[in-house]
């Protein structure tokens, strides 16, 4: 009988470094959270720009994240340390963010739209890496580390929200306070940028990440290379309509539930705040939950199994959304509850595939694989889904101005019940590089 002993448990991570790569995720998040919630309404009701108009913006943000990865990634794996690049990245597109809150001509918003994609949405992997990099243990301390994003997005959701309150809502008929926030979300992009540039100073106090210098010439095709096994080929397909349901919540949540906002229990806009944003944090205060609990159970529980419970959480949030009216419970409580499920969509799906990513990669390309994914995830999948998204509210509408949102998101609900029947019948049970480290 032989016996193998178990591997060393790693060492803690220490306070030290806890803190540092929780305030740069606190950061990061924070200058996306402080303008994403509010930009539909900012650009239809304030802008008024067409709703073919606003896919373009979305789309074109998402079209600068396929560009960049391209660069970031292995310019990150081969010649410039990470934390550098991402200091350089965050002042350059706090500069951007606040121009965009200063235009609001069509041409020039979509152009700098596309440029801010181009720098910003590569930092999101960027960090991811520089995590992975330093962390002991991925398993165990990612999780707590990657929370500080949702902290940093709902501390700005409850700022915008309150400032909205206290500062964008005159008294007087409800159009008038409909135009007055809608003109406020404009702030968003301002506190964006302040934020930018405080990250940006930020980065170039992280950690060390040099680039690892590895004697492959293309990490990035070598990172496309990996992609084609399982369980990262499933993973990648399926990440691409996820993304799509995942726009629908972004283009309309907001707006849908400010639509809404009498019907909901009165101590709401005491805590969130005026307009739809603030409610919304609720998603992300779910999400800390759950990103809280996935160290205990991603040792036990198959990558598999919680792709599906966070496609699971994305149809039961659209069909809560669709079928509010007709539900057996009250109409504030199905969609506090429909945006509470945001924590499992994301912390089960999204968090746990960029998990997936890195440890299914080899070492000198996991950089580049993070950004491939990220460039799926919020370029390819953004594009797509902000088309889509817009596209089917017209159809929504029906000729009319009044939108049909049971039919509205009964398509996204649809989508992620697919996206789970795919996931369950080619999904390995077990991912293929963990059982090959193990053997």
């Not at 950004?371 to 902000?386: A, R």
Request: net charge neutral; hydrophobic share 50%; proline share 5%.
């Amino acid at each position: 009988m032989t016996s193998t002993a178990l591997p060393a448990p790693a060492p803690p991570m220490s306070g030290g470094l806890n803190v540092r790569l929780s305030l740069m995720m606190f950061l990061q998040y924070a200058i996306w959270g402080a303008w994403l919630p509010f930009l539909y309404d900012y650009l239809a009701n304030s802008l008024e720009f067409t709703g073919a108009q606003i896919g373009q913006v979305f789309a074109a943000a998402a079209v600068g994240a396929i560009l960049g990865p391209a660069i970031a990634g292995p310019i990150a794996d081969r010649f410039v340390h990470t934390e550098r690049l991402l200091g350089v990245s965050h002042i350059l597109g706090a500069g951007l963010i606040w121009q965009l809150s200063r235009t609001e001509d069509y041409q020039t918003f979509l152009i700098l739209a596309l440029v801010y994609g181009f720098i910003y949405m590569p930092t999101l992997s960027l960090t991811n890496a520089l995590s992975f990099a330093h962390v002991p243990d991925r398993d165990r301390d990612f999780g707590r580390v990657r929370l500080w994003g949702t902290l940093g997005w709902i501390a700005v959701g409850l700022v915008m929200g309150h400032w909205l309150a206290n500062v964008h809502s005159p008294e007087g008929s409800d159009a008038a306070l409909a135009s007055a926030l809608a003109a406020g979300k404009v702030d968003g992009f301002k506190l964006s940028a302040l934020l930018g540039a405080a990250m940006g100073l930020y980065c170039f106090t992280l950690p060390a990440t040099p680039p690892t210098r590895s004697a492959e010439s293309n990490p990035a095709l070598r990172a496309v290379k990996e992609v084609r096994y399982q369980p990262l080929l499933t993973l990648f397909l399926v990440a691409v309509p996820v993304s799509c349901i995942h726009q629908f919540y972004f283009v309309y949540a907001e707006g849908f539930i400010s639509g809404r906002i009498t019907e909901l229990p009165g101590w709401t806009k005491s805590v969130f705040g005026a307009g739809g944003g603030g409610l919304m944090t609720i998603g992300q205060m779910s999400e800390i939950l759950v990103l809280g609990l996935i160290p205990l159970v991603a040792r036990r529980v198959p990558r598999k199994v919680l792709l599906m419970v966070g496609l699971t959480a994305y149809a039961a949030r659209m069909a809560l959304f669709a079928y509010v009216d007709s539900l057996p419970v009250p109409v504030g409580a199905a969609l506090i509850a429909g945006i509470a499920l945001h924590g499992l969509c994301f912390g089960c799906f999204i968090f746990v595939a960029y998990m997936i990513v890195d440890e299914e990669t080899t070492a000198d390309v996991r950089a580049s694989a993070q950004n491939l994914f990220n460039l799926v995830i919020v370029g390819v999948g953004i594009i797509v889904g902000s088309m889509v998204a817009t596209a089917i509210g017209e159809w929504a509408k029906g000729g009319t101005d009044v939108t049909d949102f049971r039919a509205l998101f009964s398509v996204p609900m649809y989508a992620a019940l697919a996206c789970l029947v795919v996931i369950l019948a080619l999904y390995p049970l077990r991912g293929g590089r963990r059982d090959e480290l193990a053997a």
